[in-house]
Protein backbone atom coordinates (compact mmCIF):
# COMPACT_ATOMS: atom_id res chain seq x y z
CA UNK A 1 0.00 0.00 0.00
CA UNK A 2 1.62 2.97 -1.07
CA UNK A 3 1.99 6.03 1.62
CA UNK A 4 -0.52 8.49 0.20
CA UNK A 5 -3.03 6.18 0.07
CA UNK A 6 -2.14 5.32 3.88
CA UNK A 7 -2.76 8.88 4.59
CA UNK A 8 -6.11 9.35 2.62
CA UNK A 9 -6.96 6.49 4.73
CA UNK A 10 -6.28 7.84 8.21
CA UNK A 11 -8.48 11.29 7.30
CA UNK A 12 -11.03 8.62 6.46
CA UNK A 13 -10.69 6.79 9.45
CA UNK A 14 -10.98 9.73 11.96
CA UNK A 15 -14.50 10.96 9.79
CA UNK A 16 -16.06 6.89 10.46
CA UNK A 17 -14.77 6.63 14.03
CA UNK A 18 -16.50 10.19 14.65
CA UNK A 19 -19.75 9.18 12.99
CA UNK A 20 -19.94 5.92 14.45
CA UNK A 21 -19.22 7.00 18.12
CA UNK A 22 -16.67 4.35 18.38
CA UNK A 23 -14.18 4.35 21.38
CA UNK A 24 -10.93 2.99 21.44
CA UNK A 25 -10.12 0.05 23.75
CA UNK A 26 -6.56 1.29 24.00
CA UNK A 27 -5.36 3.39 21.07
CA UNK A 28 -2.17 2.11 19.10
CA UNK A 29 -2.20 -0.93 20.90
CA UNK A 30 -5.65 -2.57 20.03
CA UNK A 31 -7.30 -3.96 17.04
CA UNK A 32 -10.51 -3.44 18.43
CA UNK A 33 -12.90 -0.23 18.57
CA UNK A 34 -15.95 -0.93 20.57
CA UNK A 35 -19.49 1.13 21.07
CA UNK A 36 -22.06 0.48 23.09
CA UNK A 37 -25.24 -0.10 22.30
CA UNK A 38 -28.48 -1.78 21.86
CA UNK A 39 -28.23 -5.16 19.32
CA UNK A 40 -31.10 -5.55 16.70
CA UNK A 41 -31.40 -8.84 15.27
CA UNK A 42 -32.77 -12.18 15.76
CA UNK A 43 -32.10 -14.06 18.97
CA UNK A 44 -28.31 -15.04 19.47
CA UNK A 45 -26.93 -18.16 21.25
CA UNK A 46 -23.52 -18.28 22.82
CA UNK A 47 -21.58 -21.48 22.75
CA UNK A 48 -21.54 -21.27 26.59
CA UNK A 49 -25.59 -21.62 26.49
CA UNK A 50 -26.51 -17.60 27.20
CA UNK A 51 -28.58 -15.46 24.82
CA UNK A 52 -28.26 -11.97 23.49
CA UNK A 53 -31.80 -10.87 22.37
CA UNK A 54 -33.06 -7.48 20.55
CA UNK A 55 -33.15 -4.81 22.94
CA UNK A 56 -29.99 -6.31 25.29
CA UNK A 57 -27.07 -4.25 25.91
CA UNK A 58 -23.85 -5.19 24.03
CA UNK A 59 -20.34 -3.90 22.42
CA UNK A 60 -19.98 -3.65 18.96
CA UNK A 61 -17.07 -4.68 18.28
CA UNK A 62 -14.86 -2.95 15.09
CA UNK A 63 -11.65 -4.06 13.87
CA UNK A 64 -9.92 -1.41 13.64
CA UNK A 65 -8.73 -1.71 9.92
CA UNK A 66 -6.35 1.29 9.72
CA UNK A 67 -4.18 0.60 12.40
CA UNK A 68 -4.32 -2.97 10.88
CA UNK A 69 -3.14 -1.85 7.60
CA UNK A 70 -0.30 0.28 9.15
CA UNK A 71 0.62 -3.10 10.46
CA UNK A 72 0.74 -5.07 7.16
CA UNK A 73 2.54 -2.42 5.52
CA UNK A 74 5.13 -3.69 3.42
CA UNK A 75 4.11 -7.19 3.77
CA UNK A 76 2.71 -9.44 0.55
CA UNK A 77 2.84 -12.76 2.62
CA UNK A 78 -1.03 -13.51 2.84
CA UNK A 79 -0.24 -16.16 5.67
CA UNK A 80 1.96 -13.89 7.59
CA UNK A 81 -1.15 -11.06 7.26
CA UNK A 82 -3.48 -13.63 8.54
CA UNK A 83 -1.12 -14.86 11.70
CA UNK A 84 -0.88 -10.93 12.29
CA UNK A 85 -4.15 -10.54 12.36
CA UNK A 86 -4.77 -13.50 14.99
CA UNK A 87 -1.91 -12.44 17.12
CA UNK A 88 -3.31 -8.91 17.29
CA UNK A 89 -6.39 -10.47 18.02
CA UNK A 90 -5.02 -12.53 20.74
CA UNK A 91 -3.19 -9.74 22.16
CA UNK A 92 -6.31 -7.07 21.99
CA UNK A 93 -9.20 -9.72 23.88
CA UNK A 94 -7.98 -9.03 27.58
CA UNK A 95 -7.74 -6.12 26.90
CA UNK A 96 -11.30 -5.43 25.22
CA UNK A 97 -12.60 -7.95 28.46
CA UNK A 98 -9.84 -5.33 31.06
CA UNK A 99 -12.08 -2.62 29.17
CA UNK A 100 -15.60 -3.67 29.83
CA UNK A 101 -14.81 -4.89 33.58
CA UNK A 102 -14.45 -1.22 34.15
CA UNK A 103 -17.24 0.12 32.75
CA UNK A 104 -20.15 1.12 35.40
CA UNK A 105 -22.78 -0.84 33.58
CA UNK A 106 -21.00 -4.13 32.88
CA UNK A 107 -23.73 -6.19 34.70
CA UNK A 108 -26.24 -4.78 31.77
CA UNK A 109 -23.98 -6.03 29.14
CA UNK A 110 -24.98 -9.16 27.40
CA UNK A 111 -21.69 -9.71 25.33
CA UNK A 112 -19.44 -8.77 22.30
CA UNK A 113 -21.23 -8.68 18.74
CA UNK A 114 -19.28 -7.88 15.29
CA UNK A 115 -19.69 -8.54 11.72
CA UNK A 116 -16.76 -9.81 9.65
CA UNK A 117 -16.25 -11.91 6.30
CA UNK A 118 -12.99 -13.06 8.39
CA UNK A 119 -14.49 -15.54 10.63
CA UNK A 120 -12.52 -18.43 9.92
CA UNK A 121 -10.65 -20.07 12.88
CA UNK A 122 -12.79 -17.82 15.55
CA UNK A 123 -14.80 -20.27 17.29
CA UNK A 124 -11.51 -21.65 19.05
CA UNK A 125 -11.28 -18.44 20.37
CA UNK A 126 -14.19 -18.45 22.11
CA UNK A 127 -16.74 -16.58 19.28
CA UNK A 128 -19.51 -17.95 17.87
CA UNK A 129 -20.36 -17.75 14.40
CA UNK A 130 -23.85 -17.10 12.36
CA UNK A 131 -25.47 -15.36 9.88
CA UNK A 132 -26.91 -12.42 9.20
CA UNK A 133 -29.69 -11.22 6.95
CA UNK A 134 -28.80 -9.63 4.13
CA UNK A 135 -30.54 -6.54 3.74
CA UNK A 136 -29.42 -2.98 2.83
CA UNK A 137 -27.04 -2.40 5.84
CA UNK A 138 -25.23 -5.69 5.63
CA UNK A 139 -25.12 -5.04 1.82
CA UNK A 140 -23.40 -2.02 2.53
CA UNK A 141 -21.11 -3.33 4.97
CA UNK A 142 -20.18 -6.49 2.81
CA UNK A 143 -19.30 -3.85 0.36
CA UNK A 144 -17.28 -1.60 2.57
CA UNK A 145 -15.39 -4.42 4.13
CA UNK A 146 -14.66 -5.79 0.62
CA UNK A 147 -12.85 -2.71 -0.05
CA UNK A 148 -10.90 -2.76 3.25
CA UNK A 149 -9.57 -6.26 2.30
CA UNK A 150 -8.56 -5.36 -1.17
CA UNK A 151 -6.84 -2.28 0.38
CA UNK A 152 -4.69 -4.37 2.84
CA UNK A 153 -4.77 -7.80 1.17
CA UNK A 154 -1.51 -8.19 -0.92
CA UNK A 155 -3.14 -9.75 -3.44
CA UNK A 156 -6.56 -7.54 -3.21
CA UNK A 157 -8.83 -7.23 -6.18
CA UNK A 158 -8.18 -11.07 -6.70
CA UNK A 159 -9.20 -12.02 -3.14
CA UNK A 160 -11.97 -9.91 -2.82
CA UNK A 161 -13.58 -10.98 -6.39
CA UNK A 162 -13.09 -14.68 -5.03
CA UNK A 163 -14.92 -14.05 -1.94
CA UNK A 164 -18.31 -13.15 -3.52
CA UNK A 165 -19.17 -16.79 -2.92
CA UNK A 166 -16.22 -18.42 -0.37
CA UNK A 167 -16.79 -16.15 2.58
CA UNK A 168 -20.18 -14.52 2.98
CA UNK A 169 -20.86 -11.74 5.91
CA UNK A 170 -21.09 -13.55 9.33
CA UNK A 171 -21.33 -12.01 12.64
CA UNK A 172 -19.50 -13.56 15.44
CA UNK A 173 -20.05 -13.18 19.02
CA UNK A 174 -19.33 -14.00 22.18
CA UNK A 175 -20.97 -13.42 26.06
CA UNK A 176 -20.01 -11.75 28.52
CA UNK A 177 -19.39 -14.28 30.65
CA UNK A 178 -17.29 -16.48 28.31
CA UNK A 179 -14.68 -13.12 27.01
CA UNK A 180 -13.99 -12.75 31.09
CA UNK A 181 -13.68 -15.91 31.94
CA UNK A 182 -10.96 -16.69 28.81
CA UNK A 183 -9.40 -13.32 29.06
CA UNK A 184 -10.64 -11.43 32.20
CA UNK A 185 -8.11 -10.38 34.74
CA UNK A 186 -8.16 -13.31 36.70
CA UNK A 187 -7.16 -15.60 34.06
CA UNK A 188 -4.38 -16.46 32.43
CA UNK A 189 -3.78 -13.46 29.60
CA UNK A 190 -2.19 -14.81 26.05
CA UNK A 191 1.37 -13.21 25.27
CA UNK A 192 0.34 -14.15 21.09
CA UNK A 193 3.67 -16.33 21.13
CA UNK A 194 3.38 -19.00 18.42
CA UNK A 195 0.65 -17.42 16.54
Not at 104 to 121: F, P, Q, R, W
Request: hydrophobic content about 40%.
Amino acid sequence: MNASLLTLWRYWDWLYQHCTRLQYVEKGNNIFRIVLLRYRGETLVTTDQRTIQNGDLILKIHIHNYYFATLCKGITNELRIALLLRRHIMLSLPKLAAFLEKLENKEHIKGIVGTTMLYKAVEPIGFTVSDVPMNWFFRYKRWYLRLMLRIIHPDGKRKARSMDLEQPLKRVFMSKEALLERYGSKQYRPTGDGL
